[in-house]
């Protein structure tokens, strides 16, 4: 099984619609990320979180929310999807320990939105 | 301008052939740089960090310029399971976190 499981890996929805991507780790990290990927462009970061009441804005926040509602579980919420949000959606997760540049990524969640 | 900005390719070789890839990047104050490979449809994942003096690790070789604000990669004797995406990555310190810049990517593919 994977360290870093999303679900739904893959979703088509309709503009307007509230989504819902989740995210849980077995790492056992404290940091966790999302990530958006869109062809011609590098990996963005949306939120993170260090801990499970600590919730920082990333480069491209606005039309998202997230919710750590564990030190495991990191979800991503759309509230009114609309097209330019279709793209590829990564979570990640890093160590508590020494600045390493590593991210343990999930397989990706990749939504359409119509 | 892109933070980081790579060739985006593809990069086209046959086996056995050495390859190089650069990337430039913007902040001067950039602290850390990685390579990560990303298979097609896969996520990305670590490859190697790029250290000053430079650093191999088996037939990859990363090198950092930091007059001129590139990383490269070198690739020899590729392989057909090199094939995929590479990612550069370059980090800084910001508001007491590690930002992490992603490249958009430079694709290679490796044909018999």
């Known amino acids: 099984d994977a360290d870093v499981t999303q679900t739904p890996r893959n979703r088509i929805t309709k503009t307007g619609k509230r989504i819902m991507l989740e995210c849980s780790q077995t790492k056992g990290h404290d940091r966790m990320y999302w990530y958006r990927q869109d062809p011609g462009l590098g990996l963005r970061l949306i939120y993170y979180?260090?801990?499970?009441?600590?919730?920082n804005k990333g480069e491209i926040s606005d039309g998202y929310s997230v919710s750590r509602q564990a030190q495991a579980k990191f979800s991503l919420s759309l509230e009114s999807a609309i097209p330019n949000q279709t793209a590829l959606y990564f979570c990640?997760?890093?160590?508590?320990?020494?600045?390493?540049?590593?991210?343990?990524f999930g397989e990706g969640s990749r939504l359409t939105v119509l | 301008r892109k933070e980081v900005e790579q060739d985006p390719g593809p990069f086209n070789v046959p086996e056995g052939a050495t390859v190089a890839f650069n990337c430039t990047y913007s902040n001067s104050a950039s602290q850390s740089f990685f390579w990560y490979r990303q298979d097609c449809r896969k996520e990305p994942k670590l490859l190697m960090s790029?250290?000053?003096s430079g650093n191999e690790d088996g037939r990859f070789t990363a090198q950092l310029n930091r007059a001129s604000q590139y990383i490269s990669l070198l690739i020899r004797d590729s392989k057909l399971s090199d094939s995929a995406t590479y990612l550069c990555v370059v980090s800084f310190s910001s508001g007491g976190y590690n930002k992490l810049i992603f490249g958009a990517g430079t694709r290679l593919a490796v044909h018999p």
């Open positions: 990640a997760t890093s160590g508590l320990q020494e600045f390493t540049g590593e991210l343990f």
């Open positions: 790029v250290y000053s």
């Open positions: 979180s260090f801990d499970v009441k600590d919730i």
